[in-house]
DNA sequence: GCTGCATGTAAGCAACTCCTTAATTAATGA
DNA sequence: TCATTAATTAAGGAGTTGCTTACATGCAGC
């Protein structure tokens, strides 16, 4: 019984890797088919479905099937998590909002590794 | 020729795991020994070395010796890259700021990704 | 039904990750 | 000089990643 790695983990894991980043990036445009996002790249499909597989995993896109094509949408909400870990981590904030930030993870008993 | 993985997606990786995570969040405090540092985690110290080689290798944290004991010291720089990539897909902003984004990076030349 | 198109899965491989234990380096202090 | 302390390096192993090619699935239109 192993447990997979945590959410915050996996998201960043998925942002580790240039083509996948580059995929998130073609998403704002709006949802493509795994064609059209395969395309600019020197890779072949089975290597897109795998990157997809992992942006999947970590909830940063949705696929959804009509017709012989898959559609994937970008999801931000993941985002949002990797972000706040990334603000509390920079800049001057830190030295402020050290101690509020120490008092609340306590009390709510999370490890915010 | 081969070149190693870009530096955001070295900043990326670092922080895609829970235990380097932890000494970040730990080395906000100030700076400590990787004694210290590796002494709440159930790991051998020549583990928590590793870690900290990532770390140093993305630029989040630089290592000082004095005596027999290392120093190490959160540097946040490389967060600024990591923020900016995350905010600018993440929420509202995407939708309303797109093809200012896309207009800058292809006068630019760079790849977004 | 069969054919073609869009995509996913399977299997395999080199390279990397994350840990281990054992050996090594380097400074301290009696 | 020698033992102790702090940390790294080396070697190795189980598991994962990121690609490949080959095969399978699933829908559309004839």
Redesign the interface.
């Known amino acids: 019984m192993q447990q997979g790695?945590?959410e915050?983990?996996?998201v960043?894991?998925a942002?580790?890797?240039?083509?996948r980043?580059?995929i998130?990036?073609r998403l704002?445009?709006g949802p493509t088919t795994v064609g059209e996002l395969a395309e600019p790249f020197a890779m072949s499909r089975p290597a897109i479905s795998q990157h997809l597989k992992v942006l999947e995993r970590a909830g940063l896109i949705e696929r959804t099937a009509s017709a012989q094509w898959r559609t994937c949408t970008?999801r931000?909400e993941p985002?949002?998590e990797?972000?706040a870990?990334?603000?509390r981590?920079?800049?001057e904030w830190?030295a402020r909002f050290?101690q509020l930030d120490e008092h609340l993870r306590t009390r709510k008993g999370t490890?915010?590794?």
Chains 1, 2 share one sequence.
């Open positions: 790695p945590d915050l983990s996996l960043f894991q942002l580790a890797d240039p083509t980043r580059e998130l990036s704002r445009g970008l931000t985002l949002d990797a972000s870990w990334v603000e981590h920079r800049g830190n050290d490890t915010d590794a």
